[in-house]
């Protein structure tokens, strides 16, 4: 039997999946009496990433509303998990390569604090370049959407890093005076709303209906020729979006006039024009013009309320910042670790010497001693061409030791790549190991589309 499965990244990775019916009861309740549930995440490249128990193994998540159907990938031996029921498939996903083999298992238990999920069903993919981990800078086992979301409504406080899980009985139905709602509609499990663009070369506004994509981490996807109206833009860039589990997809980036929510009109957002070739599986429902991701959801308190079919938009304290895009060229992975030498303080040693016969004074000697650890490295996945990084002699698999004067060792990978979304003209020095010799390079950001 042959299913798809949609998926794609987007700057890091962005993942979405069209839903697999599984003829089950799965529900994710709350535990005694509790009526709520608040949890702590970790945001990275605008992605959720929180901890949940699956049959008592403790994976590390990303939430995707833009998932129908929970998925597991980058296991290896250190992360021995018990699943039931495994079933054989093959799943297609963005990109134009082949499908690839999955594992079907049903029967699972989740646990999220007080939050238990009975029977989930879920995916497992063994293909080793499907690889989160590496473009996030932290272990991550899987994504989750639909099957968290559907059960409650879901109120994410991106400012503050929080998700509350709300109980839908005793949850305040009262929406805030500054709020805007929105109708949901639902296709293979996954949320669309209708929202409003307007385009470079239109004054009018263009409707579209997208997908809420909170595992997206770009702000919007526009499908060209989806719309009369959604032509290729006259101004745009061909970049490198992402990695789907069918393949790279490159794309158009661009910047739009703006995206009108209700009374929320957001200015000059950026947007992808992916290739149609690679988005093949994204457009089969017909009537979706694309993606709204989490570059977009950041800037609000966002409240989903599966049940009612709607979604709750307040803004949030990030609602008026800019948008950019990596003007630098390069995309960053994870390189693994290296032993690193460093001097330890807390275990240096003082005395005293004598001075010569004509000094009246004493010399401290210190003596440090010296520990080794392992250190976070990077490399350059990715290198637009003709990009100010290209244009400088960077290359591809070069391995940034020092950004800006500063190691990169001690440095997440979030804290990096910010420094290739600053304002134009920022400059930008590294120092990169190729081939077992250094050489160093500096750049200025470069905005092509302005």
Same mark, same amino acid.
């Given at each position: ?73 980058? =296991? ?6 018990? $699943?039931?029921?495994? !079933? &054989?498939?093959? +799943?297609?996903? /963005? *990109? ?13 238990t989740f646990k999220l604090k007080n939050l238990r999920g009975n029977n989930q069903a879920l995916y497992v993919v063994y293909d080793d370049s499907f690889d ?89 996807? =526009? ?6 109206? $959604?032509?290729?833009? !006259? &101004?745009?860039? +061909?970049?490198? /979006? *992402? ?56 800037r609000f308190v966002v409240t989903f309320d599966y049940g009612n079919k709607r979604l709750i938009l307040k803004k949030g304290k990030d609602y008026n910042e ?59 996945? &990715? ?68």
């Amino acid at each position: 039997m042959f299913k798809t499965i949609s998926s794609k990244y987007i700057v890091l990775l962005l993942v979405f999946f069209s839903v697999y019916q599984v003829n089950s009861q799965s529900r994710f309740e709350l535990k005694g009496k509790a009526k709520k549930q608040t949890i702590s995440f970790k945001l990275l490249s605008n992605l959720i990433v929180f901890p949940i128990e699956v049959n008592g193994k403790e994976l590390n998540f990303i939430l995707d509303s833009g998932v129908g159907t929970t998925i597991l990938f980058n =296991l290896n031996t250190n992360d021995s998990i018990s $699943l039931n029921n495994l !079933k &054989k498939r093959k +799943i297609q996903g /963005l *990109g134009s390569e082949d499908a690839v083999d999955a594992i079907l298992s049903s029967s699972n238990t989740f646990k999220l604090k007080n939050l238990r999920g009975n029977n989930q069903a879920l995916y497992v993919v063994y293909d080793d370049s499907f690889d989160l981990s590496s473009k996030l800078g932290i272990t991550v086992h899987g994504i989750i959407g639909y099957e968290l979301l559907k059960d409650f409504v879901v109120k994410i406080s991106y400012g503050a890093k929080k998700i509350t899980f709300f109980d839908r009985e005793f949850y305040d139905d009262d929406v805030c005076n500054k709020c805007e709602v929105f109708d949901l509609q639902f296709y293979g499990n996954k949320p669309y709303l209708n929202a409003g663009v307007q385009l470079e070369s239109y004054k009018t506004e263009t409707p579209v209906k997208l997908l809420i994509d909170s595992g997206g981490s770009d702000a919007m996807w =526009l499908f060209e020729g989806s719309h009369p109206d $959604l032509v290729s833009p !006259k &101004k745009f860039f +061909i970049d490198f /979006l *992402g990695e789907g589990l069918s393949g790279t997809i490159y794309g158009k980036r661009t910047f739009i006039e703006s995206l009108n929510l209700g009374r929320f009109k957001l200015k000059r957002p950026s947007v992808s024009y992916p290739d149609s070739l690679a988005i093949i599986q994204a457009r089969k429902f017909e009537t979706r013009n694309g993606s709204l991701g989490a570059s977009i959801l950041k800037r609000f308190v966002v409240t989903f309320d599966y049940g009612n079919k709607r979604l709750i938009l307040k803004k949030g304290k990030d609602y008026n910042e800019p948008f950019r895009y990596n003007m630098s060229g390069i995309e960053l992975v994870h390189n693994g670790k290296i032993l690193v030498k460093e001097r330890d303080n807390k275990m240096a040693t003082f005395g005293f010497s004598n001075a010569s016969a004509s000094e009246d004074r004493n010399t401290v000697v210190l003596n440090y001693n010296y520990k080794y650890t392992f250190k976070n490295t990077y490399k350059i996945f &990715k290198l637009r061409e003709e990009s100010p990084a290209h244009r400088a002699g960077l290359m591809k698999d070069d391995i940034i030791i020092k950004i800006n004067g500063k190691y990169t060792f001690d440095m997440p990978l979030e804290e990096i790549t910010e420094r290739f979304y600053q304002r134009e003209g920022t400059k930008v020095s590294v120092l990169v190991e190729r081939l077992g010799q250094n050489y160093e390079y500096s750049f200025k950001l470069e905005n092509i589309l302005k």
